[in-house]
């Protein structure tokens, strides 16, 4: 795959899903046919959601349900560990994962219907935890701001995961909202470098620009934390305490860690980036990656699979708890109010009397 071809994006190629009978992916046969090939641009497919709220049991994550407004991402991290999904949709995780996306454009509508439901029980919605809410497709769409609204005015808790500072559009629905105890805001910071990070999250905020936007949200009240996130053994694992130390002067007040996940096709497409762009490390990094989850690049065991286990593992952990702990971060937990929750009531459906 040339270049020009997939300029601004994460994947360095685009082979067929797992799921496919055939396999196709792009080579170059001395003619110079793949340069003629247009390249990737984005492009949005609109669905509309039968449900909107996905429910799930992990006992390693701390919540039990989410919203994902948007199916791929068109920050085209390379390391994503939600590109695998685009197999189901018969399209490849690699750049279809980045340039074919599809909006929920009935989101918020969905959501006030479950909302409405008598048997609901409220508890914090997490959203941004498979693709990013406000990722750059958001501008147009802004499902995101309509999912808050709809959230607000039922007073129910969310926490937000995102990369982006798209996010600071929202402020004033996110501030009140905060001041009820009803949101909080992590952002994920993979790298204080700037070239690093336009390879590796070539559509993503900034660095620089993650960090302004968590001074901005913890300046207007909204209780924040930073995400190191994911953390590569031998590329990105020696600046966890100088991410932590900015985050702390932007007046973030948690933190948290997640070794990098390569599960399915993400190995492949992730051993395909270091090649090409960090040649002197790749191997390293892959050993590193392989000494940290038993002798494999991956494994999905629950209670390990967010931190591995062995010696670069352990190492990673005492790293970031005396980081923390120096910087007076995690002191309590950032807990959401469910006791204000107020059921939507649809055209036509009589209120509640209790």
Not at 20 to 27: I, S
Not at 107 to 125: F, G, H, N, Q, V
Not at 182 to 194: E, F, N, P
Request: charged fraction near 25%.
């Amino acid at each position: 795959m040339t270049a020009l071809r997939r300029r601004g994006r994460g994947a360095q190629s685009n082979r067929s899903g797992r799921f496919e009978p055939l396999r196709y992916e792009g080579f170059d046969d001395g003619w110079g046919g793949l340069e003629a090939l247009e390249g990737f641009t984005t492009k949005v497919q609109e669905v509309r959601a039968k449900t909107i709220i996905t429910r799930n049991d992990s006992p390693d994550i701390g919540f039990d349900r989410s919203i994902n407004p948007y199916r791929g991402c068109e920050h085209g991290c390379i390391y994503c560990f939600a590109r695998p999904t685009h197999a189901f949709l018969g399209l490849s995780p690699g750049l279809d994962f980045e340039a074919r996306l599809f909006a929920k454009v009935n989101a918020a509508e969905a959501l006030k219907r479950e909302l409405s439901d008598p048997k609901y029980k409220p508890a914090t919605i997490a959203i941004g935890t498979n693709t990013d809410p406000y990722q750059p497709i958001d501008k147009q769409y802004r499902i995101m701001r309509q999912i808050l609204e709809v959230l607000d005015e039922a007073d129910h808790p969310v926490a937000i995961v995102t990369k982006s500072s798209l996010i600071l559009r929202d402020l004033d629905i996110l501030s009140s909202m905060a001041r009820r105890g009803l949101a909080k805001v992590a952002l994920s910071v993979t790298t204080l470098d700037a070239k690093l990070a336009r390879a590796m999250e070539p559509r993503a905020a900034t660095p620089e620009k993650r960090l302004e936007t968590l001074q901005a949200l913890s300046e207007a009240g909204v209780p924040t934390s930073v995400m190191v996130a994911p953390v590569i053994p031998g590329l990105t694992d020696m600046e966890m305490e100088r991410i932590l130390e900015r985050a702390s002067v932007a007046g973030v007040t948690h933190a948290g860690y997640v070794l990098l996940r390569l599960p399915l096709e993400i190995a492949d497409l992730f051993t395909e980036w270091l090649e090409a762009n960090c040649p002197d490390r790749a191997k390293r990094v892959l050993s590193l990656m392989r000494q940290a989850r038993e002798g494999k690049l991956y494994d999905s065991k629950w209670g390990e699979r967010m931190e591995g286990n062995g010696p670069i593992a352990w190492m990673i952990g005492r790293r970031f708890e005396l980081a923390v702990q120096r910087l007076g971060m995690n002191r309590g937990k950032q807990s959401l109010r469910t006791d204000l929750f107020e059921p939507p009531v649809l055209p036509g459906q009589q209120m509640r009397l209790l």
